[in-house]
């Protein structure tokens, strides 16, 4: 796979609340639409690869991604496995996401030890390589395997992470973030990554109301400590956090409001080196899901 192929707009989509026939059906008329990649979440509660893996024989040239697969919950054998296979199932189309995840959900829900995350993420990265690879690295060269599993990105935030998406995967996905981080991340990682940052979009007008749902929609992101460690180096405080967040961060995360507005956003992370934005379209009354219209709306096609 050359990540030139893959186009500048995706559609991030919490599926969960779907049937897998209509998940099929999201995923063929996001391809319809123009619409170059699916990217689904890592729940805990359902397996995001067997979404991929019902979706994969039914499209054709829709890129699949995990945004992202939790590798503290998968052996980096098995997650080696799994990328062969729906690689291969999808003729090369796979973008698998890999992220360290969080501690309160690895240390508090889990109970499992949360790690250095850059330092867990390399080694997992090493821990991936065939075995038969590892052993001889001339017989499976970088582009033979791109072009017939898929391509690898990193959940990154941090420079380090960045760093590393750069040097030992194929790129970043970047989620909860801001065009002035895309910007950061462009100069962090040179401008041959792939780099593919995620952007909630709301379609509401009313700024009081656009404000409350999108409360509602990141209020568990705005408890973990990775996501508000990044959103302090980009200029925010910690009373940008109470209280639901501040105008001024919900508006940072969210772009709310008419088609244009929306739009300007996406388009700002273009402007600042992103090569692919994944869109998430946030439900209008605040609930896990996706709003089918605004996908239809900001449809490339």
């Not at 080694?123 to 599993?149: C, G, H, I, W």
Request: aromatic residues 8%; contains cysteine.
């Amino acid at each position: 796979m050359n990540t030139q192929d893959i186009g500048k707009f995706g559609v991030w989509a919490n599926i969960y609340n779907d049937t897998y026939p209509d998940q099929i059906r999201l995923a063929q008329q996001i391809e319809r639409w123009g619409y170059s990649a699916l990217w689904v979440p890592d729940p805990l509660q359902q397996d995001p690869f067997v979404s991929l893996t019902v979706v994969a024989p039914e499209t054709d040239n829709l890129f699949l991604a995990t945004g992202i697969a939790n590798i503290m919950t998968r052996s980096p054998v098995a997650m080696a496995a799994t990328r062969t296979s729906l690689g291969e199932l999808s003729n090369g189309r796979l973008i698998l996401g890999l992220g360290v995840s969080h501690p309160e959900i690895i240390s508090g829900m889990l109970r499992m030890d949360y790690r250095k995350p850059v330092t867990t993420m390399r080694n997992y990265l090493d821990a991936m390589t065939p075995v038969s690879v590892r052993d001889n690295p001339n017989q499976l060269s970088a582009s033979a395997d791109k072009e017939k599993f898929g391509i690898v990105v990193l959940a990154a935030l941090g420079n380090k992470m960045l760093e590393l998406s750069a040097t030992r995967a194929d790129g970043a996905h970047p989620y909860l973030t801001t065009p002035e981080h895309t910007a950061r991340a462009r100069e962090v990682m040179g401008p041959h990554s792939f780099l593919a940052p995620e952007q909630k979009i709301l379609m509401i007008k009313d700024a009081a109301t656009a404000r409350a749902v999108a409360r509602k929609h990141v209020a568990i992101y705005l408890g973990l400590q990775n996501y508000r460690n990044n959103l302090l180096t980009l200029g925010f405080n910690e009373e940008d956090f109470e209280q639901g967040g501040s105008d001024r961060l919900i508006d940072a995360l969210v772009a709310w409001g008419d088609e244009t507005t929306i739009r300007n956003r996406l388009e700002a992370h273009l402007d600042n080196g992103a090569n692919h934005v994944c869109i998430q379209p946030l439900r209008l009354d605040g609930e896990h899901g996706y709003d089918y219209n605004a996908i239809e709306v900001f449809a490339p096609g």
